[in-house]
């Protein structure tokens, strides 16, 4: 309702055919009633109903939201009409990183709650740290010829050769899963120790002596978070989980 008691009304025009519903539709309706408003939801079944409705409102996609006759637009200035606007495209957020060392702790404690009645133990902080390693590799493969571009950014050693930046996620991986277990220390150590420390250096420079504002490549190539600190935590678990196991 509004200020004098009447009701918030929105026209809603959306895909909803046989075999395909905009899923934006989907969220704008979802998000309209989450506001208060009471939704007319109108479907174009067809293509050529959807060709028509675009035609006659010049519009280039659908959603399209209508409320007290003026034109709002698609889910994303109808996110922005309600106070809620996306990223702008392009920009960077640690949020990606911040919810793979979440999962990893998370999953660190359930294992330590398992196999030794508690979570708060020195298994699950070890637990944490290469399950955070595993799940970070996991990601770079997921397109390793985009990471390997933005590796070779700004990693010292893969700048000079290429080759390293394809092989460090499965180095990652392996050192990961290896510390998981605590089997073949003789080669989990060496592994995370070597790539963390030029990891860390390499971020190092590029952040606090050249000053260069990029994307970091931790969590995948598709990635927008920030090259900085979080990025350099990364490399310094490795350090630290490497000495760790030394000791």
């Not at 605590?182 to 990891?199: E, K, M, Q, R, V």
Request: hydrophobic share 45%; glycine share 8%.
């Amino acid at each position: 309702m509004t200020k004098d008691n009447t009701p918030k009304i929105a026209r809603l025009y959306r895909m909803v055919m046989e075999k395909h519903v905009c899923p934006y539709g989907v969220k704008a309706k979802w998000l309209l009633e989450r506001s208060g408003y009471t939704v007319e939801d109108h479907w174009l079944t067809t293509r050529e109903e959807t060709d028509a409705f675009k035609r006659e409102h010049d519009v280039p996609t659908t959603p399209q939201t209508f409320i007290g006759g003026k034109r709002i637009g698609g889910y994303t200035e109808l996110r922005a009409f309600l106070g809620k606007p996306l990223p702008a495209e392009g920009s960077t957020s640690y949020r990606p990183v911040i919810a793979v060392f979440a999962i990893a702790a998370a999953l660190g404690l359930a294992v330590s709650q398992f196999a030794y009645g508690s979570p708060f133990t020195v298994r699950a902080a070890e637990w944490f740290v290469s399950f955070t390693m595993a799940i970070l590799a996991m990601l770079k493969l997921q397109d390793i010829e985009k990471f390997s571009s933005m590796f070779v950014g700004y990693d010292l050693l893969a700048r000079r050769y290429v080759p390293y930046s394809y092989a460090y996620p499965y180095l990652e991986a392996a050192a990961g899963v290896l510390m998981a277990a605590h089997a073949l220390d003789w080669l989990s150590i060496p592994i995370a120790l070597t790539i963390g420390t030029i990891g860390a250096i390499s971020v190092f420079y590029a952040v606090y002596v050249q000053k260069r504002e990029i994307k970091c490549a931790c969590v995948g190539g598709s990635s927008n978070v920030p090259l900085g600190f979080v990025s350099l935590t990364e490399n310094l678990f490795m350090i630290g989980m490497a000495v760790w196991m030394l000791i």
